[in-house]
């Protein structure tokens, strides 16, 4: 078994039951336990998984998976229960798009959603998010930018400093901002070490800051940092968002949209 067959069976063994430790990972992956020490060590690293003491859990924010459920996709994100809230977010967020912008779609699984409705559109989008190639490679209308970088399987997307180096060298009229929770102090943040320097130099290129996030993020997960609602132009939230924090964009400048 090669290694990232090896650690692809590790992160699917902890999304059907939580946590794992060394020893049954071994033995079910005929490896010793030093190997799979070694795994966990990388995928820890690369945010895959949180390392513990004699073994590993699940990130924080992740929920266990049914492994008979049928949409659940091998190997990648899980269905998302929350997807009917990111279509309508989707929607309103890729109407604030203007013809001939150049547009910085996020790491995330909603970003993917507001590149489907760019389709079509003379506009340039820059990505780190395999997910948005997908969505955009056969249309000759959409200008497509990948940033390279260390490509992570699981969540589809490049992180790293290549990435970071490219993204110095890039200037967008519109960042699509994703995150796993808004404080109610109106702290945007992340769970994701390894992508967080990746959204931060998303920020630092972009003309227009517009945060996706339903209301499932307030107050979300995350202890990481990206920015302040203060710093964002538009978000783009649904019905439920907690309205005292959305306050503190609108206070700052900022415009709310409910999809």
Request: charged share 25%; aromatic share 4%.
């Amino acid at each position: 078994m090669i290694l990232r067959e090896r650690q692809d069976r590790i992160v699917s063994t902890l999304r059907s039951g939580g946590a794992a430790s060394v020893r049954d990972l071994a033995q079910s992956l005929a490896v010793s336990e030093s190997t799979i020490r070694r795994d966990l060590d990388i995928l820890d690293r690369h945010g895959e998984l949180t390392r513990t003491y004699g073994g590993a859990v699940l990130r924080p924010g992740e929920t266990v998976t049914d492994s008979s459920d049928p949409l659940r996709l091998e190997g990648t994100f899980t269905a998302d229960a929350d997807i009917e809230l990111k279509q309508r977010v989707a929607e309103r967020a890729a109407a604030l798009v203007p013809d001939d912008s150049v547009v910085l779609l996020d790491i995330g699984t909603t970003t993917p959603l507001v590149a489907r409705r760019l389709r079509g559109r003379p506009v340039t989008v820059i990505t780190s998010n395999l997910a948005v190639l997908d969505e955009l490679r056969d249309d000759s209308t959409v200008r497509l930018v990948m940033l390279g970088g260390v490509f992570r399987r699981n969540y589809r997307s490049f992180v790293g400093s290549l990435t970071q180096s490219a993204l110095a060298q890039v200037s967008a009229d519109l960042l699509f901002l994703s995150c796993t929770g808004v404080r109610p102090s109106g702290y945007v943040v992340d769970n994701m070490a390894v992508e967080a320097p990746i959204k931060q130099a998303m920020i630092a290129s972009a003309d227009q800051i517009v945060l996706l996030a339903t209301e499932t993020k307030f107050p979300g997960t995350g202890a990481l940092r990206l920015c302040a609602l203060s710093d964002v132009d538009y978000v783009v939230t649904t019905a439920g968002a907690n309205p005292t924090t959305l306050e503190l964009c609108r206070q700052a400048g900022g415009e709310v949209i409910i999809g």
